[in-house]
């Protein structure tokens, strides 16, 4: 008997709407033959009839199956099909929708494992000026009414994925996982002009910075510019979504039944 079950996957709202979509991911589907073959078990194999002595002249009456005998057998039905179904290799692994970004993203994202998770000891109750207060008071606008400590918990996958995280990760790569799968982003690292010009002055007038204008001798007005190289905090911002992208790829093994990352290495070589 397989131990791959259907999986169900809440979905979070798209923004009109926030309640969450429940969708059915199946880890197996089944190939051509296997869809044949229960196209016959469904006309034939539940075409069952029982004896129910005879008629007036002799010939033997027969009655449908009994309910509880006919939901017995095509359970039976079901199970010994797909067992030979899988001998066979006629069903198909299909892995998990969720891969390791989206994982982070909900444990911390949503979760706030690893707000949880660094409370003082395991069960403890979370100050009322602590990380997590804090960070449930710029959801929620105000502080919730209670005792000084409250009880605070959180998905126990979540708190699992968050803990292994610390123990794959070193400091700098789980900073930078969490802040993005805080976000719910990933590191800038968009192209851009490495070469720009800007305003060389930049004066306040009216109430806001602007780029300061000159007219030597009444003659024609310019802004004075200058030019700035910003090739290092390209390089910078493409090393962090490298570094980003390594510490997920590390996490991976440890979640055998996530799919592989969606994020590209290299984007911008794409």
């Known amino acids: 008997m397989s131990t791959k079950k259907d999986e169900l996957i809440l979905m979070r709202g798209d923004g009109k709407c926030d309640t969450p979509r429940a969708i059915l991911h199946r880890h197996e589907l089944p190939t051509t033959e296997a869809q044949f073959a229960m196209s016959l078990l469904e006309?034939?194999?539940m075409v069952?009839?029982?004896?129910?002595?005879?008629?007036?002249?002799?010939?033997?009456k027969v009655e449908p199956m009994p309910v509880e005998e006919t939901v017995e057998r095509a359970c039976s039905v079901a199970g010994k099909a797909f067992e030979a179904f899988r001998e066979r290799g006629w069903m198909l692994d299909v892995p998990s929708p969720n891969e390791m970004e989206d994982k982070m993203a909900w444990a911390i994202g949503r979760e706030c494992a690893d707000l949880i998770c660094e409370r003082e000891g395991p069960g403890g109750g979370v100050s009322r000026?602590?990380?997590?207060?804090i960070s449930r008071y710029g959801r929620l606008g105000t502080f919730v009414d209670g005792a000084r400590a409250t009880q605070v918990t959180c998905h126990a996958q979540a708190e699992a994925a968050y803990m292994t995280a610390t123990t794959v990760l070193d400091g700098p790569e789980l900073t930078l996982v969490r802040q993005c799968a805080?976000?719910?982003?990933?590191?800038?690292?968009e192209p851009f002009k490495v070469i720009t010009a800007e305003p060389a002055e930049l004066v306040f007038k009216r109430g806001k910075?602007?780029?300061?204008?000159?007219?030597?001798?009444?003659g024609a007005v310019y802004t004075p510019i200058r030019w700035r190289d910003r090739g290092a905090e390209l390089v910078a911002w493409r090393e962090s979504y490298l570094r980003w992208h390594g510490a997920l790829t590390r996490l991976e093994p440890a979640f055998p039944e996530l799919a592989p990352l969606r994020a590209p290495e290299r984007p911008w070589e794409g």
């Open 182 to 189: 805080r976000h719910g982003t990933r590191p800038d690292w």
């Open 129 to 133: 000026d602590g990380c997590f207060a």
């Open 43 to 45: 006309r034939w194999g």
């Open 209 to 218: 910075w602007r780029p300061r204008v000159r007219r030597p001798g009444g």
């Open 48 to 60: 069952v009839g029982v004896e129910n002595g005879e008629d007036s002249a002799g010939r033997a």
